[in-house]
């Protein structure tokens, strides 16, 4: 996908594993700052067999880049919808230091991480309204 100036690669099956070992690697932050630049990254990633995992990336990092990078997950999403494929976006992968210069390094550096996408299809569908019926709901009085 090429779009608003963002690409999106897809990662291997080891780069995964990579990314989860640096993630259980990094150091959550002891200031109570609110620093992230060491921490939890995306835990779980290993064990997710029945997912694709996919790195949304641009040539530059700026903030009019992380607003065009929004508009392709965006029209991205819409996409993968209309397809049935679910989208979870991971945002510890970019938000860590560690796990940030990992992610950089497995797109042999030609751009800057925005956010990691988890791809996958939902193994049941819904099978009816979310919300209780009407009658549960409203108190009348």
């Keep these: 996908m090429r779009a608003e100036e963002t690409s999106l690669h897809v990662l291997y099956p080891d780069e995964v594993l990579d990314l989860a070992r640096v993630a259980s690697d990094a150091r959550p932050s002891e200031s109570g700052s609110g620093d992230r630049s060491t921490g939890a990254g995306p835990v779980g990633l290993a064990e997710d ?5 996919a790195l949304l990336y641009g040539h530059h990092d700026e903030p009019e880049d992380w607003l065009r990078a ?19 976006p991971l945002s510890a992968a970019v938000e860590v230091v560690a796990t940030r ?15 990691l996408l988890r ?8 099978t009816g309204p979310r919300r209780a019926p ?8």
Excluded: H, K, N
């Excluded at 929004?70 to 979870?88: K, Y």
């Excluded at 009658?135 to 009085?141: G, L």
């Design 134 to 141: 009407t009658a549960q709901v409203i108190d009348r009085r």
């Design 49 to 53: 067999r029945g997912a694709t995992f």
């Design 70 to 88: 929004g508009e392709a997950l965006s029209a991205g999403w819409l996409t993968a919808t209309a397809a049935d494929v679910s989208v979870l």
């Design 119 to 126: 791809l996958g299809r939902a193994t049941t569908s819904p």
């Design 101 to 115: 210069q990992a992610v950089q390094i497995m797109i042999g550096c030609v751009g800057y991480p925005y956010l």
